[in-house]
């Protein structure tokens, strides 16, 4: 046993070395520094008393193949190869230790230790020279290796048979495409800078990370390659950013951009050959076509410039594809000797579960390409779709993060993207939480600006309510609190959103609204299969199309005609829109004119010098913002004539902005309930106002209690003053906390009202421990506890105000403390034994307590409390309510400071005044906002009159 | 394998493997979790403690300003 405790001892030193050198480096500082001391004891008592579990080498496992998936995704392929392997390698070293799972635990410390390994950058020495794949991800790495059955050239190849059948993929020869540098793109139907201007409008896509010039190897090879995957991950509609394809018009440079949600592709290049592909008949000849474009490709000099804009990027996708299908042969290779080899009379499960998953893999595979496959086919304008199928997919990551930071109040932004960051770490239980847990960040490292500009007037409103969302999260939950009967019926008239039957993400709105937005506006054709099933996205979706109405102006059927049909006659579209922000109408086919006049290139300056009468209307400002930027103007309604796409500043204010700024005002709308509600800020009003009603109903009681248990149980005077002094603050470092009962139909108890004050500490922390054990004051019956402080609720300007209120409360307190205090210390020898000496004292203390409450009784119940109900009852809004909160902090302390001194009303005093001032001056030393030396002789005037009637 | 071998072969793969986690630890950091790991330590609460002193060490490197003062109790002296 000796011999084992030796051993345990000489383990413990060992550790202790470790981690006081572990504590030296990493602070930086030697053993005799303090911070030496407190950051090794930090780390000792958290190694001893840590809550975690056992180890568990296959969470581990699942973790870090989850993150190589995660880096596959992300086209990190390299990096989730050598991750791979050395994992392998750290659990095949025999590491000499008695710790079991030992390899495991380390995987688990680095695992716990990691920091967006996305953008980690490859071991030096692995950069130059990319390891050889591994067999599991042989799928993805050996498509040069490894021979294909779709090749083009392998003539014994049933696929290749039915190649002559698609010419469409035979390569272009280079007369077909205009030059990289020198000729213009060809018309393709649709403008390329929509894309470009939906992008940049929405800042979805994100350069503060780096940008892959053409010329640099990185951009090509496996990068390439991998883009093509994410690609074909974004058209399925992942949510994880990825890379994306920029080709600069300009310099003529192929651009891979890291972590952006867009494909940045060469629209009419994916389009048309999206589309070609959607046409090229069977899924084998598919296959096909798309293997042989990307040999035809890949033999192209990397040195050279692109042939042609978006060469590149078919490249990319077509050995995107041909990875896909590569992984399907594989695939299908494995399963097949288990097919053959399976006796069915003899049934074996393992084999059927192995079939079972390969042949899952396939099918999700064949989905993939299904998908790409039918997107051409999605509507009649295939171009359209494809741009709106980007489109709407780029916004995904953006409505998750708003999703959750809206719905549940929590900030998930892994790629950090987001214009709200988190700031320090705050509960919404510290004071400090509103101000500091969440700021907003303007501008990224390159000075681009982080928040969409469509959504940068509201970014405070939508920081806000996620804040409000998490303190309503943190809010205690009565089951009364949602479905109350007063609530429901005085709310009913803000939102409707509040009672809504669960949760319908942003993500399922914004798709909704985009395709209802694009039926009403004429650029989709209405589908069956398109309508609205969910009764939420109906109502949304009319709501969508309602608040167009009510919000932007002119009503979607004079939009309609004037945007989509380039083939209706001139005198449909009688609507113009000019810079000025007003609607001109047309009139000249209301006066007989058909002729149409093309304003391709007219000023609607120029068109009414050419013989149109024009008449102009007042147009809305909001609709004038989202329509017209000046020369931007002509340059869409000449597009409008070609395309039935709407401005993408429309299409992102009615389509995203707008469903976010209905959750955030829900959120506001609940928030305000709560407020207004039960446990909300009235109630915390109403409660406040009440402790200052501790006159003379509620301390009668206070004062019977206290009185009746001192006669019983024979307590002495000085102890019943002693008991009150336990409660009694100190004179310096105030935090108060407001205990109260939310009873607002009678006053409550003394003993179920409560200020317990604390010494505040200098750690915050330490403040929100030490509030805890006011839920355990046993002796006093608490019914409820305000979970945070007011100051949370109301705004930072005005937590003087309280501070001040809870001040003067505390002086209420004081003054009994101090009144007691005066009649033990100088009447107690007066005072006659048994029950005439409670009696007295009873009496005593109930006048003394009346007199010290009767003036804020009488200024709080006819002046500030109804006035305060009132117009709480009146306010209809978030800011309305935080105006009569602000307005009742700023009152309070007026009233209770009273009339101001004034020597001629003292001198009428009785002469009683001056004994009793005497006996009593030491309330003069209460501060001089609240006691008056009209009050305090009130009170001993008063008090004196009680002793001269015992 | 030589003991000293095996241990400074794990510690360049921890390395790599840390390299690609992002973990933020250097050579002599990475060496003395792992031999706290392999003293049986657990490994959460190892990483708990070295995030706890990157913490306190980024803590300590920041001057020290009037933010620090401003921080003091708001309350009135009553």
């Known amino acids: 046993m000796a011999g084992l405790s030796d051993l345990g001892y000489e383990l413990q030193v060992e550790q202790q070395k470790l981690l006081s050198r572990l504590v030296q480096h990493t602070l930086h500082i030697r053993p005799d520094n303090s911070e030496y001391v407190q950051g090794f004891d930090k780390a000792r008592y958290i190694l001893r008393h840590h809550p975690f579990a056992e180890t568990n080498p296959r969470v581990v496992e699942e973790g870090f193949e989850s993150l190589e998936q995660r880096l596959i995704e992300h086209s990190q392929v390299p990096k989730a190869k050598l991750l791979l392997r050395l994992r392998k390698q750290l659990l095949d070293i025999p590491l000499a230790t008695d710790t079991i799972e030992v390899h495991h635990r380390l995987l688990s410390a680095l695992w716990n230790l990691y920091q967006n390994p996305l953008t980690s950058s490859l071991p030096q020495h692995h950069e130059e020279a990319p390891a050889p794949a591994e067999e599991e991800l042989s799928e993805l790495s050996s498509w040069d290796e490894e021979p294909c059955m779709y090749r083009s050239d392998s003539g014994g190849s049933v696929l290749s048979e039915e190649a002559s059948t698609y010419a469409y993929f035979e390569p272009e020869t280079e007369d077909s495409f205009p030059g990289a540098s020198q000729r213009e793109l060809p018309e393709a139907g649709l403008p390329v800078d929509w894309h470009q201007e939906a992008c940049l409008y929405t800042r979805l896509y994100w350069k503060s990370n780096l940008l892959q010039q053409r010329d640099q190897p990185v951009a090509q090879g496996t990068t390439e390659r991998s883009l093509g995957i994410q690609v074909l991950h974004m058209l399925q509609g992942s949510t994880q950013p990825g890379h994306a394809f920029t080709f600069d018009e300009r310099a003529c440079t192929f651009r891979a951009t890291d972590r952006v949600h867009v494909g940045h592709l060469s629209v009419p290049s994916l389009a048309a050959l999206l589309q070609s592909f959607a046409n090229a008949g069977s899924q084998a000849a598919r296959v096909h076509a798309f293997v042989r474009r990307a040999r035809s490709l890949s033999t192209l000099s990397d040195a050279s410039p692109p042939p042609l804009h978006g060469l590149l990027t078919m490249q990319a996708l077509a050995d995107g594809v041909a990875e896909q299908l590569l992984a399907i042969a594989a695939r299908l290779q494995a399963a097949e000797p288990m097919v053959h080899s399976m006796h069915w009379d003899d049934f074996d499960g393992t084999v059927m579960l192995n079939l079972q998953q390969a042949l899952q893999g396939v099918m999700q595979h064949q989905a993939l390409l299904d998908h790409v496959a039918t997107i051409g086919t999605f509507s009649g304008n295939a171009k359209a779709t494809v741009l709106l199928q980007l489109f709407s997919v780029s916004v995904r990551p953006l409505m998750n993060i708003l999703d959750t930071w809206l719905g549940q109040g929590q900030l998930i932004d892994p790629t950090s993207e987001f214009f709200i960051v988190p700031g320090e770490e705050l509960s919404p239980a510290y004071d400090s939480f509103w101000g500091e847990a969440f700021q907003m960040r303007e501008t990224t490292s390159d000075g681009l600006p982080c928040c969409p500009s469509f959504l940068q007037a509201q970014a405070q409103r939508i920081l806000d309510a996620g804040k409000a969302q998490m303190l309503l999260l943190h809010m205690p939950q009565a089951p009364d609190m949602i479905a109350g009967a007063q609530a429901a019926a005085s709310m009913q008239a803000w939102s409707d959103w509040i009672d809504r039957q669960g949760h319908c993400s942003l993500w399922t709105d914004w798709l909704q609204a985009l395709h209802t937005f694009l039926q009403e506006y004429g650029a989709m054709e209405t589908s069956s299969t398109a309508v609205a099933t969910d009764k939420h996205q109906q109502q949304r979706a009319s709501r969508i199309s309602r608040d167009y109405h009510a919000a932007l102006g002119p009503p979607l059927d004079d939009i309609i005609p004037l945007m989509s049909s380039p083939d209706q006659p001139f005198a449909l579209r009688q609507r113009l829109i000019d810079s000025s922000c007003s609607i001109t109408h047309d009139l000249t086919g209301e006066l007989g004119s058909q002729q149409g006049v093309q304003w391709e290139g007219l000023t609607p300056q120029q068109q009414s010098t050419a013989g149109q009468l024009l008449q102009q209307e007042p147009c809305y400002p909001e609709h004038a913002d989202v329509f017209l930027c000046g020369e931007d103007q002509d340059r869409w309604l000449r597009d409008a004539r070609t395309i039935d796409l709407p401005p993408v500043t429309l299409l992102t204010e009615c389509c995203i902005a707008q469903p976010i700024l209905h959750q955030v005002t829900a959120i506001e709308a609940e928030l305000l309930k709560h407020l207004r509600g039960d446990w909300g800020l009235r109630q915390q009003l109403e409660a406040l106002c009440n402790l200052f009603l501790l006159g003379a109903p509620a301390m009668q009681g206070f004062a019977d209690a206290l009185t009746a248990a001192g006669c019983l149980h024979e307590i002495p005077v000085h102890s019943i003053v002693s008991l009150l002094q336990e409660h009694l603050p100190c004179e310096r470092g105030w935090h108060g906390v407001v205990t109260a009962t939310v009873g607002t139909e009678k006053l409550p108890d003394a003993e179920d009202i409560l200020v317990e004050v604390e010494e505040l500490q200098t750690e915050t922390a330490a403040v929100a421990e030490a509030a805890v054990p006011l839920l355990h004051v046993a002796r006093l019956r608490l019914t409820c506890r305000l979970r945070w402080s007011l100051a949370a609720i109301i705004s930072l300007d005005a937590q003087e105000q309280w501070n001040t209120v809870l001040s003067l409360l505390l002086q209420l307190r004081m003054a009994e403390r101090a009144l007691l205090h005066a009649v033990v210390n100088q009447h107690s020898s007066t005072i006659p034994a048994g029950a005439r000496q409670g009696l007295a004292l009873r009496l005593r203390m109930l006048h003394a307590v009346r007199a010290i409450h009767s003036f804020t009784q009488q200024r709080l119940l006819n002046d500030l409390l109804p006035a305060t109900q009132k117009a709480l009852a009146e306010a209809t809004s978030l800011q309305q309510l935080t105006e009569v909160a602000m307005r009742l902090a700023a009152l309070l302390p007026c009233l209770l400071q009273g009339n101001p001194p004034q020597q001629d009303n003292v001198a009428v005093i009785a002469d009683d005044w001056e004994r009793a001032w005497n006996s009593f001056a030491r309330f003069l030393t209460w501060p001089s906002h609240f006691t008056s030396r009209i009050q305090a002789a009130k009170l001993a005037f008063d008090l004196g009159i009680v002793y001269s009637q015992i | ?78």
Do not use: W, Y
């Not at chain 2, 003991?3 to 493997?17: D, F, G, K, P, Q």
């Not at chain 2, 060490?57 to 009135?76: C, I, T, W």
């Open chain 2, 1 to 78: 394998m030589e003991r000293e071998e095996v241990s400074a072969r794990a510690l360049n793969i921890c390395t790599e493997l840390s390299q690609i986690l992002n973990t933020g630890l250097d050579k002599t950091e990475l060496e003395i979790v792992i031999k706290l790991v392999q003293a049986g330590e657990h490994p959460e609460a190892v990483a708990q403690v070295v995030r706890h002193l990157k913490q306190r060490a980024a803590e300590l490197s920041k001057p020290k300003g009037l933010s620090d003062q401003l921080k003091a109790p708001s309350f009135r002296n009553m």
